[in-house]
């Protein structure tokens, strides 16, 4: 999958996968990680979302990493700042206070480009990544954030009835791509089926959201 086929996506509006609202499994499960206040909190693939404003609220510091230029200026618009923006090797820089989101190619990021992770957030990237792009992104990340803890949400639904993204990830998988490095905990498991009107009318008929805590290993 192509950054053409995200950039096309944010230009088109067919932004589906944007939820106008901060994300419930964010709110519940981010206490089961009991991060301190000034924790510094990764969000690849993060869009415009909300859920980094909300985090900012909390208290914490946040990082991100976007593809589209487009979706990284609606979220400063959105939130109404003038960010300061600067280059760096895969794209542009933006920051405004304790927000700091790269734009460009994740995987031209580095570790010390980003900087210390205390909790990589990932709300859509895995899901949003065909198979072959997952077994490069999972250790990626890994390396870019050190190792630290994960908030993991992942989807399952037959793939048989629609085709990503968000692409379906089972259990099976996600103890593969993390199991090396991670204790794996299924914080929650819910049909949410109900409440997903475009994937209903593809005619999926479970869709099931996950969220996992990865805990790095005691070595």
Not at 24 to 39: H, Q
């Amino acid at each position: 999958m192509e950054s053409h086929f995200w950039k096309e996506r944010w230009h088109k509006r067919e932004i589906g996968f944007h939820l106008p609202f901060v994300n419930p499994v964010l709110k519940r499960n981010l206490p089961a990680f009991d991060l301190p206040a000034g924790s510094r909190v990764f969000l690849p693939l993060c869009g415009k979302t909300l859920d980094m404003i909300w985090l900012l609220e909390q208290g914490h510091r946040v990082v991100g990493a976007e593809l589209s230029e487009l979706a990284v200026r609606q979220l400063f618009e959105e939130w109404g700042v003038e960010p300061e923006v600067d280059d760096w090797a895969g794209g542009r820089r933006w920051h405004h206070g304790n927000l700091t989101v790269f734009q460009g190619d994740l995987f031209e990021l580095t570790a010390e480009q980003l900087g210390p992770v205390d909790l990589v957030y990932d709300r859509a990237a895995l899901v949003a990544l065909p198979e072959a792009m997952r077994a490069r992104y999972a250790p990626h990340v890994c390396e870019l954030s050190g190792g630290a803890p994960q908030l993991l949400i992942s989807f399952e639904y037959d793939p048989a009835e629609m085709a990503g993204p968000p692409f379906p990830v089972f259990a099976e998988e996600v103890r593969q791509r993390y199991q090396a490095r991670y204790t794996l905990r299924e914080l929650a498991r819910q049909e949410v089926i109900e409440t997903q009107d475009r994937f209903k009318d593809a005619g999926v008929t479970s869709f099931v959201q996950v969220a996992w805590k990865l805990s790095p290993l005691v070595v």
